[in-house]
């Protein structure tokens, strides 16, 4: 029952990163080459469930944070060195889902 479990995990975090890529690269408009990495998280009991970790070439030291679960849309981000970073020295900040909470369905 666990190995299932484990399995379930890993096979709804590629899914994530799935989703993810599709909304970067099809309806975003980002070129696969401009994602440095791209990688999903669970996290247990917490919400989201399922959240996905990108960092774009052009900004190596900025994760911002996809939700991945049946809804796609960037919802925070953070600066791997702990600097504030304001938000219009953003190169790949989208305000159109974190402030308007606007959102793409997937699946």
Not at 41 to 64: D, M, S
Request: aromatic share 16%; charged share 20%; hydrophobic share 35%.
């Amino acid at each position: 029952m666990i190995l299932s479990f484990g399995i379930f995990i890993q096979f709804k975090k590629h899914q994530a990163s799935d989703d993810v890529m599709y909304y970067l690269t099809e309806i975003r408009g980002y070129d696969e080459s401009e994602i440095k990495t791209l990688e999903s998280k669970w996290a247990f009991g917490g919400l989201p469930n399922y959240y996905v970790e990108v960092t774009f070439q052009n900004e190596p030291n900025i994760v911002y944070l996809y939700l991945a679960h049946h809804l796609i849309g960037q919802f925070e981000y953070y600066d791997m060195n702990g600097e504030t970073i304001p938000i219009k020295d953003l190169k790949n900040y989208d305000p159109t889902t974190i402030e308007n909470e606007k959102t793409i369905f997937i699946n």
